[in-house]
């Protein structure tokens, strides 16, 4: 089964409490082209769906990014959650196929 996200950059300046208050979750993607990470927002309801199919650092997920005209294979890094509330914060991808 091949698991795939689409994403968007993430705004310049936006506030992550205020991402997560419109039902987005801010990424990062690291090892793209060899760059820098790549700030990203997920909507929430794709990440919990993520959640519920891939293992942290074993399921392979296709990442889609229009924006940058991206898309490649990844795996899902980390997952931060709130500790009381148990929702999820912020997700780090890993690129794993140089492009």
């Known amino acids: 089964m091949s698991l795939t996200v689409e994403s968007k ?10 991402l997560r208050r419109s039902g987005l979750i801010p990424a990062n ?3 793209h082209k060899g760059r820098e990470s790549i700030s990203l927002v997920v909507d929430a309801k794709v990440v919990e769906r993520l959640l519920k199919a891939a293992a942290v650092n074993k399921t392979e997920i296709e990442l889609n990014i229009p924006e940058l005209e991206w898309t490649g294979k990844t795996v ?4 931060q959650t709130h500790p009381a509330k148990g929702t999820v914060y912020h997700i780090s991808f890993c690129a794993t196929a140089k492009d």
Do not use: I, M, Q
Not at 76 to 79: D, F
């Open 76 to 79: 899902l890094k980390e997952v």
């Open 9 to 18: 950059t993430r705004p310049e300046g936006s506030k992550p409490n205020a």
């Open 29 to 31: 993607l690291y090892g």
